[in-house]
């Protein structure tokens, strides 16, 4: 399914999927889906709800997962807000968690299964954070063959609170150009706009952003960032494509530049002195 989604996604880079939905419902695909996250190491974490993975492995998987399917089927799913884990960063200052219930989990791994072909065909290849068969190690790769092209500057950048800042109208917009099953994009709508429950029990709106996390998260983030990385594309395509279009700018006291994203983590090389 994903191969024919991905092929599909590649073949027609306009093309806008609908029916998506019974890829979501889909026994396989849940099943897929909790065993990735039971797999994961935030499986021992809880939700608002107190239920961990193993808690549904010892009453059954197939029957909870069958529920899943019901409520999906009739339309009657709705997600819980997510429980807010303050963790500590370096400096003093702290990162907000969002924890997801498993149940509320199981359903984004598998929106997450049938979404990431469709807009894998789209990323661009300067986006490394969160994708398949990419890591960081690869991002620090692609610098290095930077740096021995005769770029000799790296501007590293960070997107301050970029998780808790995207912009949903904007984000839906990203993902409406690729997705039009109404039903998926409830979906996701329905995911932002879950709520947090506070340390303090409180519960908050979410206005913008999407929480760290949760397991659709990372994908939803890269959507969104996506727009950055056309932008830089496009430059590169047409005021930087050529030798001679660089030696321009390079005459004219401008650098030519590159751009090599991990997430909301940037580190643009320029190059000043050596053209290529």
Request: glycine share 8%; net charge positive; aromatic share 8%.
């Amino acid at each position: 399914m994903q191969i024919k989604l991905h092929r599909w996604a590649v073949a027609d880079h306009g093309f806008r999927f609908d029916d998506v939905f019974n890829f979501v419902c889909d026994p396989a695909v849940l099943v897929m889906a909790f065993e990735r996250v039971a797999g994961n190491r935030g499986a021992r974490t809880a939700g608002v709800d107190g239920q961990r993975a193993a808690d549904v492995q010892g009453s059954g998987v197939t029957a909870h997962l069958n529920r899943i399917r019901s409520a999906l089927k009739a339309g009657t799913f709705r997600p819980l807000p997510v429980r807010e884990r303050m963790i500590p960063k370096s400096g003093g200052k702290l990162r907000r968690l969002g924890i997801p219930t498993v149940t509320d989990r199981v359903v984004q791994a598998a929106l997450k299964l049938v979404l990431e072909p469709i807009f894998e065909a789209d990323f661009r290849p300067c986006s490394y954070g969160f994708r398949p068969n990419r890591r960081a190690h690869d991002a620090i790769a692609e610098i290095h063959l930077f740096g021995s092209q005769g770029y000799r500057w790296v501007l590293d950048a960070d997107i301050e609170a970029c998780f808790d800042r995207i912009e949903h109208a904007a984000l839906m917009d990203r993902v409406r150009a690729r997705v039009k099953d109404k039903r998926v994009l409830a979906l996701v709508k329905a995911f932002l706009k879950a709520g947090i429950m506070t340390e303090l029990g409180e519960r908050n709106e979410t206005t913008s952003g999407t929480p760290q996390g949760g397991v659709l998260s990372p994908l939803l983030a890269n959507i969104a960032l996506s727009v950055l990385d056309d932008f830089a594309a496009e430059q590169w395509s047409s005021v930087m494509t050529t030798r001679r279009d660089r030696e321009r700018r390079r005459h004219r006291g401008l650098p030519t530049w590159r751009l090599v994203r991990y997430a909301d983590d940037c580190a643009p090389r320029t190059q000043q002195e050596v053209s290529m």
